[in-house]
């Protein structure tokens, strides 16, 4: 299996504060890239992109993968081999974990299901089935041509949730890791994680494409006019009418990712003046 390194270059790992405490003067020198320190040419992009005026930061779960579609299957295969009772008791585990750490863990679910049946050797199979899941079948339509697409108006990076096991694995296996080069960036909270990611990608101007209007208002809220918010109305959260009342729009709101494509992204940089 390839070797994944969340955080390559050997660099020394950056003391993260909450982005909340940011003032203005400082985002707009992270923005422009003063004071900051560059990725190498291969895990940038430099060279392939004029100063990188545009990042698109991209979204994994129910964005670019129907996630929905996972947790169905899932779902099934749990009825299947232990039964509904026990389904519906590593479901519960798995919402009591996402509750707690604000992701979606999958194997730390079975690891507590375990706990509690030591015996049963089924539990084998069961992490084979999540580890070994061909989640590129379950990528939405042209998300992979959408990539490619964004990839000639600017550099394009996974920016994902999740735990470092599972989700990596779902990135590459899904081919989003190599569709972008390998410029996948998980965190436990992204949107805490700017500075970050700002320092890691310097840009111009950022665009962020997210099924979840919380993330989209947060990084909004942070970045203000640096950021272009694109939110694809896939999956239960982007289709829950309680999520979309609490918070603001997006400035772009699609049906699907694959309208991307035909969107005028060139209108994008100009009006945002870069």
């Known amino acids: 299996m390839k070797k994944i390194n969340l955080v390559s270059d050997n660099k020394p790992a950056l003391p993260i504060r909450d982005a909340s405490t940011w003032d ?19 895990d940038s992009g430099a060279g392939k ?25 899932l779902k099934q295969h749990l009825t299947q081999e232990f039964g509904a009772e026990n389904r519906d008791r590593y479901w519960s585990l798995l919402e009591e974990l996402r509750t707690e750490l604000g992701y979606a863990d999958y194997l730390g679910a079975l690891q507590r299901y375990r706990l509690q049946d030591l015996s049963d050797p089924r539990l084998l199979q069961m992490s084979s089935f999540l580890v070994d899941y061909p989640f590129a079948d379950r990528l939405y339509p042209s998300a992979l041509g959408v990539i490619q697409h964004l990839d000639s108006w600017g550099l394009t990076v996974i920016l994902s949730d999740g735990d470092v096991v599972f989700q990596p694995r779902k990135v590459q296996r899904s081919g989003l890791w190599d569709a972008v080069d390998g410029r996948v960036l998980i965190y436990i909270h992204k949107e805490k994680m700017l500075e970050y990611v700002m320092r890691r990608y310097p840009a111009q101007h950022y665009v962020m494409v997210d099924d979840k209007l919380s993330i989209l208002a947060a990084m909004k809220g942070i970045l203000g ?25 997006a400035d772009i709101t699609i049906a699907a990712i694959g309208d991307l494509i035909n969107y005028d992204l060139p209108g994008i940089a100009a009006a945002q003046h870069i």
């Open 24 to 42: 203005a003067p400082e985002i707009q020198r992270l923005s422009s890239g003063r004071g900051s320190w560059h990725n190498s040419t291969k």
């Open 49 to 73: 992109h004029s100063s990188d005026k545009v990042v698109f930061l991209l979204d994994v779960d129910n964005t670019l993968l129907n996630n929905d579609a996972i947790e169905v299957n």
């Open 225 to 249: 006019d640096r950021l272009t918010s694109v939110f694809p109305r896939q999956g239960h959260y982007a289709l829950d009418p309680h999520n979309n009342n609490a918070y603001p729009p």
